[in-house]
């Protein structure tokens, strides 16, 4: 299989970003240290692999192919796998043996043919992985979920028995508690926005068109146990401007930005809008609702940023500012809204333990990395205790760039954080992988265990870990 030569001047396809050419099948993999028994399940990850060297001189990873890796811990052995996800146009190019589709930078059509046979844009389906109700999809924020079999065999394109209209965004929400799954998707045309729900069985049984005066660049959200929360940023959609090759997208400050409150089964009409200071959240930790006798207050935990990073001009590796965790509490009764920022330590891809998601939260895990460029260069992970204050942080030796940590529950737990974070590391040196697990009640003593894989997995976006049962 012919694949996008590491050799290439764009700075995403050199070094440790530089896509892989094989699918692989290993079993037993080698284990350092002790592997805790309560791990059963499987570690994902998905991520850009283009197959074929880009059509022009521009490329970013949202462009590229997806690639699942999947790490799995079953009957006492640890075995991995990787596979492409076959797109309809990813299809269409290994007929043509070439890359048909271009940038998403630099809008420009594929041939006539290609559009008629796989459409005018490739749905990589690169950015997530997740579970629900039986069914394994991979998303990309800007298109219908890919069906995927658990040993990561493309299924195809899923719209929920015709039911989804739109696109379905990177990242859906998970009810610990009622089983439902909730999600949106944003688009550059009418209607901007539009929000769904999902019961425990699979079913889409609610979906609402939201208006909002323009086309933004939604990419996560936030839900309580009684309400989901939009944040409608100015990173504005020029769709005039990508149809003619040039970026399309601007961060538009003099719109403001705002965080709407729907309930989780409203109407259009039920949403309320709340303006806080102009920020751009990529990804939120968690939120959660308190009530008494003077009403219902809303909690939102996500680093922000300043600006929309970067926009879609990704020719080359954008400087951007750094993302610090903030919380926003919103009195619905009072009809307003308080902004704090709780730490300096810049950081990105936030989780929890999921079985805490949409409820409230006492543990925080975020990302750090050595740089706010492009380069997705992590190096740790810091614990936040919201109860307490206190900070637990781990970081790499300087060879080492980690990715997401995931929140792998211990089924014994009898407290939030008994269990395990898990990422993929890789050794600039020595270009091997390895997927790092810590005890998360204990960070700073490093990894009780370390999961050989025999190759360099590329760096790549989200990880998910998925239990067992």
Known sequence: MSTAPSTSSNPFLQGLLAPISDEHDETDLAVEGELPAALKGIFTRNGPNPQYAPKGDIYHPFDGDGMLHAIYFENGEVRYRNRWIQSAGLLAERKRGRACYGSISQFAPPELDVVEEAGGMKNTANTQFVRHAGRYLALLE?????????????????????????????????DPKTGEMLFFGYSPFPPF???HVADASGTLVHSVAIDIPRAVMMHDFAFTENHVLFLDSPAVFDVNAMLQGEPGMRWEPEHGTRIGVLPRRGSAEEIRWFEVDNNYVVHFFNAWEASDDRGTKIEIHGPAFDRMPGG????????????????????????????????EHPGEFPRVNDEYAGYATRYMYNSIARGWEFNFDFNGVIKYDNDTGAQQKITYPESVVSGEHVFAPDPNASAEDDGYLLTLATDRATEKSELLVLDARDLESGPVARVQIPHRVPIGFHANWLPEN
């Not at 979920?145 to 990561?152: F, V």
């Not at 394109?157 to 739109?166: A, M, R």
């Open 193 to 195: 926005l539009r929000y």
């Open 312 to 343: 879609l001009q990704f020719d080359n590796p954008v400087q951007v500012d750094e993302p610090i965790p903030r919380h926003w509490t919103i009195d619905l009764a009072a009809g307003s809204v308080k902004t704090e920022q709780y730490d």
């Open 142 to 174: 800007a298109a219908p979920p890919t069906e995927i079999s658990r040993e990561l065999e493309t299924i195809g394109e899923y719209d929920f028995q015709g039911k989804l209209e739109g696109p379905m965004t990177a990242h859906p929400k998970l």
